[in-house]
């Protein structure tokens, strides 16, 4: 499929973000029911519409996606509960596109829900207390934190090109100055480098406010075909291309700052017949410091080695060249674990025009990348690129 | 000393080669079609095939390719060994592992730093003993 037009049929007519950020008393199916209700609203179709079910979540097992669809009491005609880490549900909307555009289903649900926080995951810094799956046999025994992952990939990339702690800490100050102008994120007070850099460490170079919070929360999004959506309540916004990849560690040979969304991306690209600079808006998942900057190297937005700069130049602010995250990203707003759908949600919710004191001067295409598992062991990656319909 | 608790891994038939080699005080690796792999597998990656798959003994000295220095991990054997220097070590022979460098004051570590295997035999739960290879500077 690679360099291939994505077909030109394909729009988002709904979404939905979650407004809680702690829901102890809910369930994720409970959270993820709620979030199908708001897209639907947004939308203006119906659980009736619905005849494709996507999802993915921390804890839903083999069979989660049937288990969903009893829940909601659907019988739709396509389902897909591929999880490929945080990066599912940007892939998700891709292959809800491709079912779309086959005949497979009118009218796709994407959904999403957690409750990370309120059920106190470690998520980036425990979990590896021991295995019998022969595949982390060989990382188990040493103590790969997710955190410690990108650490390594921190420390490499310092040691290969200079980039310093100063410039990743950037990322998280201009994060949280976007989470003040959004109403539900998580984190809003301002912070300064300096108060990155005097956070504790957690895994060199990392400190703790290079790291994404954790939060419960939600989303939905709803795809369908573009002469549908054109009828419905919500501005539709088109899907003009995608793009998937992994990395891993190969045979022990694999250059560890070559991420999953070098290849996702230039397949996007190519698909959409768009270059970078055409791009008003990039959602970028935010799991740490690091990876924004490993993500706008590989996407290439910047050549690798100069993101330390990229990120301090002002680029990535509101008012920059390439807005990142305006709504204050997994650092700042929110990250239940999985953050893949809110980089959908929010790109769709910037490019209608809805997004309040932190929406952008009319953006026309913006470009979502999640990547799933960690950057310094094995990831997925997925790209979605997203424009206004003429 | 490392006072870490590695958590102790399970081998599958794939892997036994390896973990017998460990608690032997050698590191094994695999070779065909002229490529090092690690981590072990049934068969090559390159031609599919495991009749051709060769093991041998590595020297055990490699270079720091990168590193952390863990300051946070809760997990059991871990929480109370932080600060602990997780690391990717490349090999002298090809291919690159995973470990964690230890006897030293883990901000001591550096990107390129030339390291030497040695192996921690621990016993698991279940009586059955296994040696984890790390690595030390040279």
Redesign the interface.
């Known amino acids: 499929m690679t360099g291939n037009q994505f077909p030109n049929n394909i729009a988002i007519a709904g979404v939905y973000e979650h407004e809680s950020r702690f829901s102890p008393d809910k369930t994720e199916f409970q959270i993820m029911a709620e979030c199908a209700k708001g897209a639907l609203d947004d939308s203006g179709l119906t659980l009736a519409d619905v005849d494709g079910l996507f999802g993915a979540s921390m804890t839903m097992g083999m069979m989660g996606i049937v288990d969903l669809a009893e829940y909601l009491n659907i019988r739709p005609t396509h389902i897909d509960g591929s999880n490929i880490g945080g990066s599912s549900f940007v892939s998700h909307v891709s292959h809800a596109a491709a079912a779309i555009n086959a005949g497979l289903c009118d009218v796709a649900l994407v959904l999403y829900g957690s409750t990370a926080a309120s059920n106190a995951m470690?998520i980036g810094?425990?979990?590896?207390?021991?295995?019998?799956n022969?595949e982390?046999?060989?990382?188990?025994?040493?103590?790969?934190?997710t955190?410690?992952s990108y650490?390594?990939?921190?420390?490499?990339h310092m040691?290969k090109y200079g980039t310093t702690s100063e410039q990743l800490a950037e990322i998280a100050v201009t994060m949280r100055h976007h989470a003040s102008l959004n109403p539900l994120a998580k984190m809003r007070s301002p912070i300064t480098v300096d108060d990155v850099l005097s956070s504790?460490?957690?895994?060199?170079?990392?400190h703790l406010l290079d790291c994404c919070i954790i939060s419960d929360g939600g989303g939905a999004v709803i795809v369908t075909s573009l002469e549908r959506a054109r009828d419905l309540r919500s501005k539709p916004i088109q899907i003009l291309g995608c793009g998937e990849a992994v990395q891993h560690?190969?045979?022990?040979?694999?250059d560890?700052l070559t991420i999953a969304a070098k290849q996702s991306g230039n397949q996007a690209f190519t698909m959409a017949g768009l270059s970078r600079a055409d791009i008003d808006l990039a959602m970028i998942y935010d799991s740490f410091t690091i990876t924004v900057l490993a993500t706008l190297e590989n996407l290439g937005f910047c050549k690798a080695g100069e993101g330390g700069n990229f990120v301090t130049d002002g680029n990535i602010g509101l008012n920059g060249t390439l807005p990142v995250n305006p709504d204050g990203g997994g650092l700042s707003s929110n990250h239940p674990g999985m953050r893949g759908i809110f980089l959908v949600i929010e790109a769709v919710k910037q490019l209608r025009g809805e997004c309040g004191d932190r929406q952008l001067s009319n953006p026309e295409t913006a470009l979502a990348h999640g990547t799933g598992g960690t950057i310094?062991d094995k990831h997925s990656g997925a790209t979605l690129i997203l424009g206004v319909t003429q | 000393m490392s006072n870490?608790e590695?958590?102790?891994?399970?081998?599958?038939f794939?892997?036994l080669g390896y973990w017998e080699g460990t608690s032997r005080s050698e590191l094994v690796l695999q070779r065909c079609c002229q490529?090092?792999?690690?981590?072990p597998r049934a068969i090559c990656?390159n031609c599919l095939d495991a009749s051709n798959l060769e093991y041998f003994i590595a020297s055990g000295k490699g270079k720091i390719?990168?590193?952390?220095?863990?300051?946070?991990?809760?997990?059991?054997?871990?929480a109370k060994?932080c600060p602990?220097v997780?690391?990717?070590v490349d090999?002298e022979e090809?291919?690159?592992?995973?470990?964690?460098i230890v006897d030293c004051d883990p901000?001591e570590v550096s990107?390129?730093a030339e390291v030497m295997v040695k192996f921690v035999a621990q016993e698991r739960p279940d009586a059955e003993s296994f040696a984890?290879p790390v690595f030390t500077l040279s």
């Open positions: 470690a810094t425990g979990g590896s207390s021991g295995s019998r022969p982390t046999a060989f990382t188990v025994p040493y103590g790969m934190t955190v410690g650490a390594m990939y921190a420390n490499l040691d504790r460490l957690i895994s060199s170079p990392l560690q190969g045979v022990g040979d694999t560890l310094g | 870490i590695h958590p102790l891994p399970h081998a599958s794939e892997s490529i090092v792999q690690h981590r990656v390719y990168t590193f952390t220095v863990t300051e946070q991990n809760q997990a059991k054997g871990f060994a602990y997780l690391a990717y090999l090809g291919s690159r592992i995973l470990a964690n901000y990107i390129g984890v």
